[in-house]
């Protein structure tokens, strides 16, 4: 059976998941006041890390129309889909109503869209997860079903090096902004289980907050020793590095894979975030 496995661009694809036809990127768009920028292979990174420090605002994104999944549906007898966090964009919901619309005519086709509960890193993760059981022949429904039981015990970690978009979007007030940076405070965020950011501890310096992410990863990690870590940085592979270190120093994975992240997470992690998913 031939399968697609379309992904939002919230997930950070490895240049071999690129090379990969059973891949394929379902472009947000980003606006950055009246610039808008598709988030595709033509994505500049640089470019959009420079028009983000210089607006004052908060960048926005949009998540893609039904269609934009279902023009990929009869090209593939099987087609899942993973998206961003349902609480953090519509492009799940959008996935779904192109689902719904499509079962009206084609009721026994096999389409299944996951909501990651997670971004970046923990998307790849789910995808790598859904190709590892359809290549090994398993059918549509136990894919489905064991793919899903996977996301909801997958964990997602990030920490980040400024403060800014937390500000700019009304996570952080100006005060406590201000407060963080100039204590050199940084934070380590997780995923409450249920796709909300929440915080989980914070670092004097980034040094520390690595660690402390490490020794999170390290204390609900699940089987890690048959479970990737996968790892997206924006705009810092050095740092990518020094995490996979810190957190091989406590726990053993089976694997582990590095990953630049695309133009939506690199929105949520801005210039030198690091976001982990195992």
């Known amino acids: 059976m031939s399968y697609l496995i379309l992904c939002d661009s919230c997930t950070d694809f490895t240049p071999e998941m690129e ?32 028009r983000v420090a210089a607006y004052p605002d908060c960048p926005k994104s949009s998540c893609p129309g039904p269609e934009k999944f279902s023009d990929y549906f009869e090209q593939a007898d099987e087609i899942y889909i993973v998206t961003l966090s349902s609480h953090l964009s519509g492009s799940f919901n959008s996935a779904r109503l ?121 204390g609900d990690a699940i089987d890690p020793a048959k479970r990737t870590l996968y790892i997206s940085h924006c705009n810092n592979p050095e740092r990518a590095k020094e995490v996979k270190k810190a957190i091989l120093s406590q726990v053993a994975f089976q694997n582990v894979i590095i990953a630049e992240t695309g133009g939506v997470s690199s929105l949520y992690a801005a210039d030198g975030g690091i976001v982990v998913a195992y």
Do not use: W
């Not at 090379?19 to 959009?48: C, M, N, W, Y």
């Open 19 to 50: 090379a990969d036809s059973h891949f394929v990127r379902i472009p947000l768009t980003l606006h950055i006041g009246d610039h808008d920028i598709i988030d595709d292979e033509t994505f500049d990174q640089k470019d959009f890390l420079s």
């Open 98 to 218: 192109a689902i719904q619309m499509y079962h009206e005519t084609h009721p026994d086709k096999k389409l299944h869209a996951f909501d990651s509960k997670s971004a970046s890193a923990g998307q790849s993760l789910i995808a790598l997860e859904i190709q590892k059981r359809a290549e090994q022949g398993m059918d549509f429904a136990n894919i489905v079903s064991e793919t899903e039981a996977f996301l909801d015990s997958m964990g997602t970690k990030f920490v980040l090096e400024t403060l800014e978009h937390l500000r700019k979007n009304g996570r952080l007030s100006n005060l406590t902004a201000t407060l963080v940076n100039v204590l050199n405070l940084k934070l380590v965020m997780s995923s409450d289980g249920n796709g909300q950011i929440e915080k989980y501890g914070q670092g004097r310096g980034m040094k520390k907050a690595i660690l402390k992410m490490a020794e999170a990863v390290a």
